[in-house]
């Protein structure tokens, strides 16, 4: 430890000070260490005057008082001071005026004034009562007279503080030895024997502090530590687990918490010098105890589990976490069932949760390993029921249901109606549906899948939306399967040869794969409809029948209804709205459908709005908009339904610069003016609380409206003029698409797509569409 010794040395001698230079100097003398001796002795010579004041050199002993009074190197500005401390010392203590005759000496009498020795010496009674003491007062006293009449060497050297005058010519052969009296204060005598001069002010030493830090002592500490129990050098105690034991220190094990809460109680391992471990495997007890030497741990796949379980039974914490993310990191579909159920045994939330995500959002690679057939019911009906299990055909779910059945059919048997209860019936396609479903041996012999099963028969198969919708309603809730956002269009017009033909396609895009693909088609072509969306399903309610391959209209506005069900990919049949009406608006609002305003058959503006709920099937009117519209911006925001803008007349058109708002709470409308409000044929989209509305007939103007405070402003403007276009939200970023920029009868319509990002108020163009899309079509955002 030599070099913690040298870091104390240097650490002390910077804080020498007058009063604890003494005790210092007899340390390092103590201690043999050399350096540090000369140090601290130096400092006590040199600064005699103020350490004398200290209580230290008081308790000095007779041997080191004369040591250190005696000394050449005592810094002193007059001899009286050595005397005067000499005094100091023995009348400390009554017994040790017996050491005068020791301590005399030490002060070089010839070198006082005449002045003190006579009047401060020789008036000390136990001084003189002392011949030894008397007899060198008298030689001093002799030397003062005789130096009056020659010169003469004192008995004495005097110390190095005094000045020496070589014999010159003049002087018989002699050194003559003068005192150096004070010239501004006390001289100072330092280690190379220079002279000075120094201030009389009083000196005084700062506290001063070092720290010695070396910080791979720890680590060295632990690593010797280590060598010993390997060694089984120095150990305390063995923890023995099956056939092994493994030599420990318990001051090193109680840093764990559970070995100290062992050795601190009132166990037997406090006592004893084993501590016994049942119930884990020498290897994992091997790999925890060098942990807790060295901080180091490997885990693999292959005994990740049983550190796990160890760490979290013998409360290595940090082991665990590190555990919980190794084996999350390695989520497989052969093992997140186990790790689900594991996880939970030990209550470590984030990785049960992390393994039952896993399982559902893969369930299709899942469902087909054999570790799912030994899953508990309880967490089987749970797993399948999910709404988040990620499923590309819900006939897959039938299917890995009747597996389980199977694996262990004597015992499983009365469970298949629990079972058939985790499948959406409803989203089983058709032909699956009555060809596997229904005629499954296991659902055959229960009664209640039958019923089950018929129900789902009449409810897919059958178009109608009888008193039974309801209930159809709930079994067919789609689960919220994993996907990625799309954009969607919904039929509209393209021109064709110049002529305006409608169409029937529903097509998707997705900015991650830009392409557009087919989706599904409309019921019937349609001109001018009205279209909302959830996220597994389309709302088209009414418009214009057409003919989309002559273009040819049939001239009838229809007031039909239906749903597109993307679970099942097909269209389910609504009840009919009161009314028939197209260039409307649509919006989904609380799980409900509103349409608003419009035109009739007879292109007559309308007022009528009403609202459609899927639980019962129904249509019922609600109060009428303050101002009949059509082709007025419509969007669901805040709770409430706004219509901004639009034509109060279809030929010619004459817009509005009203903002109509609608409460489902209070079934009232209510409305703002504002100058910036002219469109028409416009398509609005809410984002971060506010309403977008976004060009229209015909300008490329952008509004905002914020409900919160009312107001209206503008943003930046789309590139070019658009309407009767559509957009929608995707990403933070909305999408627009198709539009003609005059008037229908003289104006293509566009085939271009751009987005505008709120963060940087821009428009950037993102491609083109391959349909040449106009007229009252929407394009949604939908999963």
Known sequence: ???????????????????????????????????????????????????????????????????????????????????????????????????????????????????????????????????????????AKNYHLIRVVEKVEPKYKPRKSYTTVPSGKGIRGKQL??????????????????????????QSVAEVGYQLCKPEQPSNVLKLLC???????????????????????????????????????????????????????????????????????TMTTANAQDLLEASCHYQFHAVREACCTFLQANLHPANCIGMWQFAEVLACNQLQEAA????????????????????????????????????????????????????????????????????????????????????????????????????????????????????????????????????????????????????????????????????????????????AATRNSIYITGGKAMLSRTGEEDDTVTNKASMYSLAIERWLELADMLDARRSHGCVLLNGKVYVVGGLDQHDVVMDSAEVYDPEINRWESIMPLSRAVCAAATAACQGQLYVIGGSTMFNPIVPINLIQCFSPETGRWKYVESSLVNHIGTPAVTMDGKIYAIAGAFHNHVIVFSPDTNQVTRVANISIVRALHSAAMLDGKIYCTGGIRDAPEVADPYNSMEYYDPESDTWTAAGKTELLSMSSFLMLGVQ
């Open 1 to 139: 430890m030599q070099d913690v010794a040298e870091k104390c040395c240097y650490l002390l001698e910077a804080m020498l000070t007058p009063a604890n230079c003494l005790g210092l100097w007899q340390l390092a003398d103590t201690l043999d260490q050399g350096s540090f001796l000369l140090r601290a002795q130096q400092y006590a010579l040199h600064n005699f005057q103020q350490v004398m004041q200290h209580e230290e050199m008081l308790q000095l002993s007779s041997q080191q008082i004369v040591q250190y009074l005696s000394h050449d190197d005592l810094c002193t500005p007059d001899e009286h001071m050595v005397f005067t401390a000499a005094m100091k010392w023995l009348e400390t203590d009554t017994h040790r005026k017996a050491c005068i005759t020791k301590l005399m000496p030490s002060v070089r009498l010839e070198h006082v004034t005449p002045e003190f020795l006579v009047n401060s010496v020789e008036t000390v009674p136990f001084i003189m009562d002392n011949s030894e003491c008397a007899q060198f007062i008298s030689e």
């Open 177 to 202: 030895w003068a005192q150096v009296r004070k010239m501004g204060g006390p001289k100072n005598n330092p280690s190379k024997g220079n002279l000075g001069i120094t201030s009389a002010a009083r």
């Open 227 to 297: 060598q010993q129990r390997k060694d089984a050098e120095m150990t305390d105690i063995a923890v023995c687990c099956e056939d092994s034991n493994f030599n420990c220190h318990k001051a090193v094990l109680a840093t764990n918490a559970y070995f100290m809460a062992m050795f601190s109680a009132d166990m037997r391992e406090n006592q004893n010098s084993e501590a016994i471990l049942k119930g884990v495997s020498p290897d994992i007890v091997s790999r925890l105890i060098n942990y807790i030497y060295t901080g180091e741990i």
């Open 356 to 531: 039952k995500q896993y399982a559902l959002h893969n369930f299709p690679d899942v469902c087909v390993e054999s570790e799912i057939l030994d899953l508990p019911l309880d967490h089987m009906l749970e797993y399948l029921s999910s709404d988040k299990l990620y499923v590309m055909e819900e006939g897959t779910v039938f299917d890995t249901a009747m597996r389980w059945m199977n694996h262990d059919l004597a015992n499983r048997r009365d469970n298949v109606r629990d079972m058939l209860g985790t499948v959406r019936l409803i989203s089983v396609h058709p032909s699956y549906l009555h060809n596997i479903v229904s005629k499954n041996i296991l659902i055959k012999q229960c009664p209640e899948c039958m019923k089950l099963v018929e129900q789902a028969k009449n409810h897919v198969l059958l178009q109608d939306c009888g008193s039974e919708w309801a209930n159809r309603a709930r079994m067919s809730k789609p689960r919220d399967c994993v996907g990625r956002s799309v954009l969607v269009i919904v039929g509209g017009m393209v021109k064709v040869d110049r002529k305006e033909v409608s169409t029937d396609k529903l097509i998707y895009y997705d900015p991650q794969d830009p392409k557009w693909r087919l989706l599904g088609k409309l019921p019937v072509p349609l001109l001018s409809p009205g279209v």
